[in-house]
């Protein structure tokens, strides 16, 4: 990402969201950050959103997403906000602690084991429209 105020602005609020589920603080990690901004230079540059082979990112999860618009930027605490607020779908169910489609992006932001955080953007103009591209990396990974 390359902006420390946002990673850790990311990190901040990741850390707070895991505490209302009783998971451990997650720390920093360089070498995930930069490779989480060049694939999501890698998408931005392709106008995709895709994840990124498992070979590239052993033992890390990864949560994505791209945000459109012409006003700007889509602020890193709006889009950990959107990963948590999975929380809100139907389909994951706290008694079980499992959870079924649509939460994957809420139980890796909350994954205990997860210790590590990575976090990475790069933006691209189409049209006159600023995309830009978030790519969230966690090890070890959660959701398994």
Not at 26 to 46: C, F, I, V
Not at 96 to 104: H, L, N, S
Request: net charge neutral; aromatic share 8%; glycine share 10%.
């Amino acid at each position: 990402m390359a902006e420390p105020n946002s990673e850790n602005e990311a990190l901040q609020l990741h850390n707070n969201l895991r505490a209302i589920h009783g998971s451990q603080p997650m720390r920093l990690n360089k070498e995930m950050s930069d490779a989480a901004t060049d694939w999501a230079k890698k998408m931005a540059s392709q106008h995709k959103l895709i994840h990124s082979p498992l070979q590239a990112r052993l033992d890390e999860g990864e949560n994505l997403l791209m945000a459109c618009n012409r006003k700007g930027e889509f602020p890193v605490s709006n889009v950990v906000k959107s990963w948590y607020d999975e929380v809100c779908a139907p389909g994951y169910d706290f008694p079980q602690g499992r959870g079924q489609g649509g939460t994957g992006h809420f139980t890796q932001v909350v994954w205990n084991a997860s210790v590590e955080l990575g976090i990475g953007k790069a933006t691209t103009t189409k049209n006159g429209t600023s995309c830009t591209f978030y790519v969230a990396r966690y090890k070890p990974a959660g959701n398994h």
